[in-house]
């Protein structure tokens, strides 16, 4: 299975809308999938679950969120609990967010530090991440799983990120988010470097993920563009992107970069889609399945088979990049 993170330190940036709408069209294409949500701000899980949902969510004893499952490991009393992941569709397991999590970043933090001590637990803490990720697999043999995280730079995400093989960077057309990459891609290499040494130090007989956290890629989204400004503005920053990318996050300063059409590394550009996202949001559909019952009437219709195409054309590229097999047609 490939595990694929979908970070950038850079907020509102798109990251949530993309793992869910991509967990829906990889399950269009055939394929099980994971979707994990490791933001204590939760909007995964809202995305895909209605209040009264998540209230039975919060109501039952089950270890049915991904901090309910890591609880009795945190607090010392006992394992890992096996998660149990919500079912939005038969071919989808949402391993759900919770606002607790936040509690876990000073326990990270510090396992974080004591696995160059070589000690057990603190594998156990940093691991307990993809575990659950590997547990929520399990439960519906999935072929791949798709990771939100929250914008920070944080310990939690740095855990976090060593469940991932792969990373996809969403990116805003602007002066934030190309200067973002420039704290995101050395970070990245930094945390893949401490982690390879970590899990060398690691001892035998406990799991730990490989944590690959190798670039994939980005995503150029353009709904952050604010209208006010000239079409220009965000042409530049667009523009920019191929070789902000290579530079900070490939660490290949100096060679030549091709357009944004060109790059290999610009695994797509979506559009604002507006309304659409909101009925979405409201349906707790993707904006490619809409239907008119849902609100997309007349001229809608149209914009919905376009972002289903922009969808499948996008998760065709990541699937490619990161080895994700695909069933024949
Ligand atoms: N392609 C799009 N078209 C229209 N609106 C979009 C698009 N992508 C994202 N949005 C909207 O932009 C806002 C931010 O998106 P989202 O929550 O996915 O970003 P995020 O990077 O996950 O944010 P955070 O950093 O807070 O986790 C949301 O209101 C979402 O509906
Ligand atoms: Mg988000």
């Not at 000073?106 to 590997?134: G, N």
């Amino acid at each position: 299975m490939r595990t694929i993170a979908f970070f950038n330190n850079k907020g509102g940036v798109g990251k949530t809308s993309l793992v869910f709408h991509l967990a829906w069209m990889f399950r269009e294409l055939r394929l099980r999938v994971v979707a994990a949500d490791l933001d204590p701000q939760a909007n995964l899980t809202s995305f895909f679950l209605d209040e009264d949902e998540i209230e039975r969510l919060w109501d039952s004893d089950e270890p049915n969120t991904v901090w309910r499952a890591i609880r009795p490991l945190y607090e010392g009393e006992g394992g890992l609990q096996t998660v149990v992941p919500q079912r939005p569709d038969d071919s989808i397991a949402l391993v759900a967010g919770d606002l607790e999590l936040s509690r876990y970043e000073d326990e990270l933090s510090r396992a974080w530090a004591e696995c160059t001590d070589e000690k057990r637990r603190a594998f156990l803490v940093i691991a307990a991440f993809a575990q659950v990720i590997r547990q929520a697999a399990e439960h519906i043999g999935a072929e791949v799983a798709l990771v939100d995280l929250g914008p920070n730079l944080g310990s939690l995400n740095r855990a976090a990120l060593t469940a991932c093989d792969h990373v996809v960077l969403p990116l805003g057309p602007d002066l934030f988010s190309i200067q973002g990459l420039r704290n995101v891609g050395p970070t990245l290499r930094t945390w893949r470097d401490q982690w390879a040494e970590r899990r060398r130090r690691a001892p035998s007989k406990v799991f730990v993920p490989e944590g690959g956290m190798a670039p994939a890629g980005y995503v150029m989204m353009r709904h952050a563009i604010r209208l006010d400004r000239p079409v220009r503005a965000y042409e530049r920053w667009m523009a920019l992107a191929p070789e902000a990318y290579r530079e900070a996050v490939l660490d290949k300063p100096g060679e030549p970069s091709p357009s944004i059409e060109q790059d290999p590394d610009c695994l797509g550009r979506l559009k604002d889609y507006r309304s659409l996202m909101a009925m979405a949001q409201e349906a707790r559909k993707p904006m490619f399945l809409l239907k008119p019952a849902d609100g997309a009437i007349g001229g809608h219709q149209a914009a919905v088979s376009e972002c289903y195409a922009d969808f499948r054309a996008l998760a065709l590229a990541i699937a490619r990049r990161c080895g994700v097999p695909l069933p024949n047609p």
